[in-house]
């Protein structure tokens, strides 16, 4: 029981000593995690859109390009672009003209770990660093 009493009183003396510290940076750290989350939900959700779109063609197949950094899915009908989500100002065949096509995803496609993996560290690649003119 004095280890239990002795690991309170610890964690109360830390707590009081770095609480305010953790307070602050919690508060600086809050905007940017929002628009983290919400840039994920958001490309998530054109991808969801963008295979229902695919489903509903002959032949239909999905594609994830960049523009800046900015994902989009652009939607193909065969080997012709016909559609893009979230919209885009740019036409599809704009989007993907330096893209490589072999990397479609079909609505039937099991997408594995290892592919979500590669994904992410192409998409942390392209990030900026801090204090860098993307």
């Known amino acids: 029981m004095a280890g239990k009493a ?3 009183t610890q964690g109360v ?3 009081i000593k770095y609480g305010p510290q953790i ?3 919690t508060q600086a750290l809050r905007e940017p995690a929002k628009e983290a989350a919400n840039k994920a939900i958001s490309s998530e959700r054109a991808r969801r ?13 999905i594609l994830k390009v960049y523009r800046g950094d900015q994902s989009h899915w652009v939607v193909f009908s065969g080997d012709e672009p016909v559609g893009v989500h979230p919209q885009a100002d740019l036409p599809a065949a704009a989007l993907v003209e330096r893209a490589d096509l072999t990397k479609r995803i079909r609505p039937g496609d ?3 770990a290892t592919d979500r ?3 992410a560290a192409t998409a942390a690649l392209r990030r900026g660093k801090p204090n860098q003119i993307n």
């Open 49 to 61: 859109q963008a295979m229902a779109h695919a489903t509903s063609l002959a032949d239909g197949s």
């Open 117 to 119: 993996a590669k994904d």
């Open 13 to 15: 003396k830390l707590g």
């Open 110 to 112: 099991k997408v594995r």
């Open 6 to 8: 002795r690991i309170v």
């Open 23 to 25: 307070w602050v940076a």
